[in-house]
């Protein structure tokens, strides 16, 4: 059977089930991994080991009573900083919120557990998911797994980092404009953003409302496709959560795309997209219609402003979210003497946040002032329409849609910190899906270099059981060599 940790999320399950592996034994070999490797990556910012042992003998002893575990049970799962968690502090990878600890639990949170979840701590991530690097953080910055020396991805870097490096099974990230599949693509992970109102958002930290999601990542389809039909539902604490019932979406995955039709739009392969990239994705192409599918170029005209369009409305809502950590009712706080309260307000938050996220509160309070809310955030409101009129059009045509996940190859730590713009241009491919609410995921397509390439697949809304099929169609046809 080999190292307990080594195991995907199904065969832990039938292990623990069948009695060949305790959920504690799983425990273990999980945590004496994270103490291997962890030092060389900082994937993580709190690790619980104390409540994860008593989560696993709980397991355990459920598991000798002949009770049923649950469609995770022995699983150990990171979690993004920014979904709270009684248990564990809550940080945000912010100065801000670097002694917070929630009251409650996320709803996602609630649903591991009662499916019987090792829950091991919380993972590193851009400051308030605000990056595309995990560079931003307070704690630190987290490497990437292949080659240390470069970046992970973001803002979900060190969910992917943990999973990829086999420091935990699962994880969950949050994706607002690609921070799943931004780091799943340069982790080599699988790693998908679920439809708008999917999953509930319901204890996690706002960042821009109308554009994020919690999603999944995983090491293969089939386990992301299981974790997925753990945590969509409806959700009443959640006013954006849709009125869904529970899925199980591991039985949509087929190995063939029969009938299956799939476009490509020809913006994800323009202006900014590594050559290297677009000749792993060809390759990947052309094996589409071996599996019974047929592909045809597509256009989306109104793609060359999503981006713009995207940091418009998320730096808005950005600045609208983030005013409540003032110092005063909670976040970071420093004692001053003999000055007003405004000085103190502001001082608060210029030493509580760091630099990419005070630039973005600017940014966004600027385009929301009077004079500007019409020029600006209207537009982009207006934008992010004609947008996903493009969207509806193409899927009239095609059931999928597919390109590269990411326009680049990972970069190295420190080599674009300084250049915000070049880091936001970055999100060329994944800011779209956000705007358009529609579901998508990144699965491992090829190592350039030594670097990994991803796959995004895309899907009309509330179509995950046919993204699902597309992606394990692909995984099972196309296995990578690592590089």
Known sequence: ??????????????????????????????????????????????????????????????????????RLGGVCI??????????????CGSRMLESFSP???????????????????????????MGTSTETSYFGPTRNPWQTDHVPGGSSGGSAAAVAS???????????????????SFCSVVGMKPTYGLVSRYGLIAYANSLEQIGPFSRNVYDCALLLSVIAHHDAADATSLPT??????????????????GVPKEFFGEG???????SLRKNIDSLEGLGASWAECSLPTLKYALPAYYLIAMSEASS??????GVRYGYSQKYSSEDWNTVFSRNRRRGFGAEVRRRIILGTYALSSGYYDRYYLKALKVRTLIKADFDKAFQDFDVLVGPTMPILPFKIGEKINDPLALYMCDLLTVPQNLVGCPAISIPCGFVEGLPVGMQITAPPLREDVLFRAAYALEQHNPIEKG
């Open 103 to 129: 009251p409650y639990n996320a709803t996602v949170i609630e649903d591991l557990l009662k499916e019987d979840a090792i829950l091991l701590g919380k993972t590193n991530m851009d400051e308030f998911a």
């Open 166 to 184: 086999k420091e935990a099974v699962l994880a969950l990230g949050s994706d607002t404009g690609g921070s799943v599949r931004c780091p799943a």
């Open 1 to 70: 059977m080999g190292e307990p940790y080594l195991l995907t999320a199904r065969e832990t399950v039938n292990a623990v089930r069948n009695g060949d592996l305790t959920a504690e034994e799983c425990l273990h070999a999980t945590l004496e991994r994270i103490k291997e490797v962890d030092q060389h990556l900082h994937a993580f910012i709190t690790l619980k080991e104390d409540v994860a042992l008593q989560r696993a003998k709980e397991i355990d002893r459920k598991a000798r009573k002949g009770k049923t575990l649950g």
């Open 321 to 326: 979210n983030l005013a409540r950590y003032d």
């Open 78 to 91: 990171a979690l993004k900083d920014n979904l709270c968690t009684k248990d564990f502090p809550t940080t």
């Open 273 to 279: 997209v590594d050559e290297r990239v677009v000749m």
């Open 245 to 262: 019932s529970h899925q199980d979406y591991t039985g949509f995955l087929m190995e063939d795309l029969e009938g299956l039709t799939i």
